[in-house]
């Protein structure tokens, strides 16, 4: 099962509604996966398609047991290649489909003429449970989440630019940073930061999925922190056993073209401890001096070896 499906069936299982919530939830889900269609001798009837059998009884179950509509429910197989179930809900005129679309905000009737709204209606905007019930309308009927292991992304797919716009601005009234794009015939809502997609899940009551997806989150946080301090530490020492070689060559040649004898007594002692311990640290070479050297005062010894070094190279 899907990441995304687990939420989506989760969220389905919010079933303590009133009637206000059902209707913000009624009306988001039909906006975004709702289709009218208009019959011979003026009949309306409405159809909501969705994959998700949970959703499905979910819409039946609420039109059924608040609004008293009994919907026509069709099961088909779909033509992807997964060959998925398809689940219709079908509201016909004969279940008073007019009513339900009034209701939800969706139709309009003024002098016999008939026409769509596809806004969110101003006092779901205003009231604070009826906004989170709207959002988690428009998941269940558009929404998707990737799988958290791999990415972070949450979206709403539409296909009405000015509905994305307003339901962006209904989202991100929580403090959230939605944006909107268009994908071929699609206007896409989406999140794609972890921490905002948490917040999203709480706001549509998703929390079991919610403590999940914190989880994967810490996981993932911890392993990105490991490999960061083995990568830095790696590229220390690195650095480290290429600086000792540099500096044991550079010694070797000194010896060979002139002797240690001849360097000062400060830069001789330090020559023949990194010679004869070419793998201790810098601190570690410093200890061993008599008196004691620092670990910068050690790397000063080193790097005017080095340079002797280098006038010889340049004179051969």
Known sequence: MSFSLKVKNEVCRYSDIDEGEAISELSAIMKVSGTLMLGSNRQFSFKIITENAAIARFIFKILKDIFHI???????????????????????EDADVRFILKKVGLLKEEEDIFSLDYSIPKNIRENEKLKKAYIRGAF?????????????HLEFVTHDRDYALDLSKLINGYGLSSKVI?????????????????????????HASLLELENIRIMKEMRNNVNRI??????????????????????????KELGLNRLPENLRDIAELRLNYPDESLKELGEMLNPKVGKSGVNHR?????????ELRKER
């Open 70 to 92: 009994h919907a026509r429910i069709l099961v088909k197989r779909s033509n992807s290649l997964k060959k998925n179930n398809v689940y219709v809900i079908m509201i016909m």
């Open 140 to 152: 269940l009927g558009g929404g998707s989440i990737s799988n958290p292991e791999k990415t972070y």
């Open 182 to 206: 268009q994908r071929k015939s699609s206007f896409i809502v989406y999140i794609k930061e972890g921490e905002q997609i948490v917040d999203l899940l709480n706001i549509i009551g998703a």
């Open 230 to 255: 083995v990568n830095c530490e790696t590229a220390n020492l690195s650095k480290t056993v290429n600086a000792a070689v540099r500096q044991v060559e550079s010694i070797k040649l000194i010896q």
């Open 302 to 310: 080193l790097r005017r070896i080095e340079k002797i070094a280098d």
